[in-house]
């Protein structure tokens, strides 16, 4: 892990309340989550479907409000725009009935930005998308062509920190694969921090330098990501890395977030009696593991 970091979260806690019929429910998304985000590291977040992934990339950036914890924001992050949110699905974050050109001119005149002809060539050429798109809109573009402009967009702000959430997960491998390239680039080019968001192991190896794994809201480890992907050490996390190819999902009902022992408890098969007991994040190996086996 590095020296600094832009962001802290302290014991961030989500709850959800939904409504079915005449029953209340309440989904725990996110469990005393604590995290750091280097600087000049790129931290991935990896979890299977309702880890709370998402539901943390949100609070990030101000989209919801945790009920629960702080966030401690470093520097410039807390002005507008310096922490932007790249989703999976980039059409939702453009307006279908507006051209390309014109959605990023609006975020430049927004930040008081020049919207020169020179400045638009200037982030197209950044995200690798041709200068003569500019008058489409979003449906007369490919998926790929379309999650480029989002990252334009979103890079408009001179943001300090971008969150990208399954950036590429839409999008087939060779598309994914020029994208996640280029993003790359970008960070060198314009010395960015990324949070980046996947449940796909090959590709958070491939860009990720720390790793945060996530299960059921609450962080069962965490540390150098060829450290834990090369000898995961929490049970979940050897799990996750056993099913790289298997796509699996979870089913959360409220009963599975008691607060009381070991979040994975009802999956481990090392399960023991004191993991009626939650455990603490145990350091091991210049890592962090929540899990009774490393207890010192
Ligand atoms: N607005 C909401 N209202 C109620 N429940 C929500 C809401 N947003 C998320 N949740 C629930 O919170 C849990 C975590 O959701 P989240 O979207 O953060 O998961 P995720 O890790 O991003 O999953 P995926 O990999 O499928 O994107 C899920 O159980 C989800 O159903
Ligand atoms: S604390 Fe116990 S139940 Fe939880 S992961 Fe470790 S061994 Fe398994
Ligand atoms: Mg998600």
């Known amino acids: 892990m590095s020296k600094g970091f832009l962001i802290k979260g302290e014991a961030i806690s989500k709850t959800f309340k939904l409504k079915r019929g005449w029953q209340t429910f309440f989904i725990k998304a996110l ?12 931290l991935g977040i990896a979890g299977e479907s309702g880890s709370g992934k998402s539901t943390l990339a949100k609070i990030l950036v101000g989209l919801i409000k945790p009920s629960e914890g702080n966030l401690i924001y470093q520097g410039n992050l ?12 980039p059409y939702t974050s453009l307006n279908p009935k507006m051209r390309i050109g014109r959605a990023l001119k609006e975020v430049l005149y927004y930040q008081g930005l ?6 638009l060539e200037r982030i197209f050429s950044l995200v690798e998308l041709p200068f003569s798109l500019i008058d489409r809109l979003p449906s007369q573009l490919s998926g790929g062509q379309c999650q480029r402009v989002a990252i334009a967009r979103a890079l408009a ?7 990208l959430d399954e950036p590429t997960s839409n999008l087939d491998v060779v598309v994914s694969k020029k ?26 190896s491939y860009i990720t330098e720390d790793l945060l794994v996530i299960y059921k809201g609450k962080v069962v480890e965490e540390g150098s990501t060829p450290d834990v992907l090369k000898k ?65």
């Open 78 to 89: 807390l002005e507008k725009g310096k922490i932007q949110l790249i989703f999976q699905n």
């Open 179 to 204: 994208i996640i390239d280029n993003l790359l680039k970008i960070k060198q080019t314009l010395k960015m921090n990324y949070i980046f968001i996947s449940h796909d192991l090959g590709l958070l």
């Open 31 to 42: 469990n005393k989550v604590s995290f750091l985000l280097p600087e000049e590291r790129i």
């Open 157 to 163: 702000s001179c943001p300090s920190v971008l969150i």
């Open 232 to 296: 995961p050490l929490h049970p979940y996390s050897q799990l996750l890395v056993s099913s790289a190819k298997r796509d699996f999902s979870l089913g959360l009902e409220e009963e599975d977030f008691s607060d009381e022992g070991c979040i994975f408890k009802n999956r481990c098969i090392f399960k023991m009696n004191i993991c009626q007991n939650q455990p603490p994040l145990f350091l091991k190996e210049d890592r962090k593991v929540a899990c009774w086996l490393y207890q010192n």
């Open 114 to 119: 020049s919207s020169q002809k020179g400045e």
